[in-house]
């Protein structure tokens, strides 16, 4: 077992450095298939992994490697270690599939793209590091994982760096994760000030021997980290801006790997979380505003892809609320089917885009569903999981952790539920907004000019000339409809891991690692699904009705839709408060005191060195009686000095 994890977790590194060092001499459809088959020998691994860890009983399926000793300082040790359990397996299984399915698609999506070697070198070292984060065998190896994500999102989102907006956004998403970063750090400082560890065992073995003031300091730090890489509030801005990317890029960082990180981080340090129940409480509370927020922000975006990202925070913040709750299990659960439905939604908003010439503005498309009935399907069934109408993925895992807030009670968990219950009728009419929007009505003329019509309609003057891929391979190359099939496949029956009151496979597997502090009954569990569905549909049926009112957006008070179409002004706040000032700050220091005193005190000495020269040379006569003279009168002054010392 712990052989193919270590497989899992060092074939893509090695795919991105084989793709970096043969340059050139690898063709350029090569490095794809190279960068495609290393993630899929990860998920190979994890797939090993994961049977090996059937057998096993229960006892026994955490296993630790720890080859060498990474770190030593006096009594602080740090091994290069990869922890093997039930949580670690289902995000190999997840990051390295899924992960997988995106790359392959990247190689009909990017074919043509002049840098296929750096965009593939790229993907395949960010599936190691987020392979590195969940596997790493302690909390140093996990922040090392953390700060790598972190860059390669960075390269990732910035891949077309001749575009000033895709550079300002990789910039935006460097900076707001090290924020988490740092508050992540600053906690593993105070936790080896007083446990004198950053091992998993340990540290949580000592978290309720811990002060109050120090675990909630600690987890006040985890959950900062979390935050910014899942992008919940407040440190939500940077997700929609890294659209920029490339699409698969935007599938890859918000459907299964780093936006799931800040989740992944709750559940794996739960103990320590557990002692600081106000910081749970937080945790929950910032899911629950997330969800609502991210919503309604949904409701007025015009961008395909914004539009699907918003929907990624919101589905996050339903994750932060049942992990905050201690639902782990569900929490984990919904994670998994998440990534399979946003996925599918990202990659068939690819295809989409892609036959639009880059057209991402859904305004300009409509009537799709005739020249793309494939892509269509696959959107409908990702739509569908997205609400969490049933039989879907969506259905089973998101309204088990609406359930939980009804298990928790008390007016916090009434709070939790109205804004898990808003939030549901939110998804659904954002999502069949865009997908009314999108595949119904009348063609625009850039769909007439761009897919033509297969059927010989002539009625809007356009004649039936595709375009040279759908006349080669019908809506998307093989590389790109393969994956999306198959995560088709996975959103229609993946909430089949847990059906409520009745099969619980995956909640046992989860469990395992740590037990629920919250878990709904049955008559819980089918009473809100009951609701949540009804939400949904009622949602489907209002987005049905803007569409066939021809309005793009749900609010009639224009103030509201300025707050919507605004983000709520946040991007404004941290301009106004961190930015403007930060940058003023700057440039008084440089006009008052680096040019008058840095740049002058230089300017000073250089003068008086050069001054000093001119002295020195004026004094070089070239008589050697002057010379004479000096020395003879050095001479005397040194005499003097030792006479005068003794």
Not at 72 to 88: C, E, K, N, Q, R
Not at 263 to 284: K, M, N, S, W
Not at 352 to 375: C, N, S, Y
């Amino acid at each position: 077992m712990i052989a193919a994890a270590w497989l899992c977790l060092l074939a893509p590194v090695a795919g991105a450095l084989a793709i970096t060092f043969a340059g050139k001499r690898l063709t350029r459809r090569a490095a794809g298939w190279l960068s495609t088959a290393s993630v899929f020998v990860a998920f190979g691994g994890a797939v090993v992994a994961f049977f090996a860890m059937v057998g096993r009983e229960t006892p026994q399926r955490t296993e630790l490697s720890t080859p060498f000793t990474w770190l030593s300082a006096g009594t602080f040790h740090v091994g290069m270690s990869i922890l093997v359990d039930p949580v670690s397996i289902v995000m190999m299984l997840v990051v390295s599939g899924v992960g997988g399915l995106i790359v392959l698609y990247s190689i009909g999506y990017m074919d043509g793209e002049d840098e296929e070697r750096r965009y593939f070198a790229y993907m395949a070292f960010f599936v190691f590091a987020m392979l590195l984060l969940v596997e790493g065998g302690n909390l140093l190896l996990l922040l090392v994982g953390w700060g790598l994500v972190g860059l390669a999102s960075y390269l990732l989102i910035g891949f077309y760096h001749h575009r000033p907006e895709a550079v300002a956004a990789a910039k935006k998403a460097f900076i707001m994760n090290a924020i988490g970063d740092a508050t992540m750090a600053l906690g593993f400082f105070l936790l080896i000030a007083k446990t004198g560890t950053l091992e998993y065992g340990a540290s949580f073995a000592a978290a309720p021997h811990l002060s109050s003031t120090t675990v909630n300091l600690v987890a006040l730090g985890l959950l900062g980290g979390a935050v910014a890489k899942s992008a919940q509030l407040p440190l939500q801005t940077w997700l929609p801006d890294a659209m920029e990317g490339p699409t698969p890029v935007s599938a890859l960082i918000h459907a299964a790997t780093m936006v799931t990180a800040g989740v992944y981080l709750i559940v794996r340090t739960h103990p320590i979380f557990e002692q600081a129940h106000h910081v749970e409480d937080l945790a929950a509370g910032l899911g629950a505003a997330t969800l609502v927020i991210a919503g309604l922000i949904a409701l007025v975006q015009t961008d395909i892809k914004r539009v699907i990202a918003y929907s990624t925070m919101s589905q996050i913040g339903y994750m932060f609320l049942g992990a905050g709750l201690g639902a782990y299990a569900n929490a984990m659960f919904h994670l998994v089917t998440h990534a399979f439905f946003k996925a599918l939604l990202f990659l068939a908003a690819g295809i989409i885009i892609h036959h639009l010439a880059g057209e991402q503005d859904i305004r300009q498309m409509g009537g799709l569903k005739k020249f793309m009935p494939q892509t269509w399907l696959a959107f409908l069934i990702g739509s569908l999981a997205l609400v969490g109408i049933p039989p879907f993925a969506g259905f089973w895992s998101k309204d088990a952790l609406i359930a939980s807030a009804l298990a928790r009670g008390g007016v916090f968990g009434w709070i939790l539920l109205v804004a898990s219950l808003f939030g549901a009728l939110l998804t659904g009419i954002y999502t069949f907004r865009l997908f009314f929007r999108v595949f119904y009505g009348e063609p625009s003329e850039l769909v007439l000019e761009h897919a033509g019509s297969a059927h010989g309609d002539h009625e809007h003057g356009a004649e039936s000339a595709m375009s040279h891929s759908v006349h080669s391979h019908g809506e998307a190359p093989f590389t790109m409809a393969l994956p999306v099939a198959i995560l088709a496949v996975l959103s229609t029956v993946g909430g089949l891991l847990q059906v409520a009151g009745a099969w619980h496979p995956f909640g046992r597997w989860i469990a395992q690692t740590g037990a629920p502090l919250v878990e709904p009954t049955t008559s819980q569990d089918w009473v809100i699904s009951a609701i949540t569905v009804g939400v949904g549909l009622v949602g489907s049926w209002i987005a049905w009705a803007m569409y066939r009112t021809g309005r793009l957006a749900v609010p009639s008070v224009p103030a509201l839709q300025r707050v919507f179409e605004h983000k709520f002004y946040f991007d404004e706040l941290y301009d106004g408060l961190v930015s403007r000032p930060a940058q003023l700050l700057a440039e008084r220091l440089r006009s008052d005191v680096e040019t008058p005193y840095v740049e002058g005190a230089l300017s000073e000495i250089g003068r008086a060195g050069g001054q000093a020269g001119g002295l020195v040379g004026r004094m070089q006569t070239g008589l050697l009686r002057v010379y004479a003279f000096a020395i003879a009168a050095s001479l005397v002054v040194l005499g003097i000095v030792f006479l005068a010392v003794r």
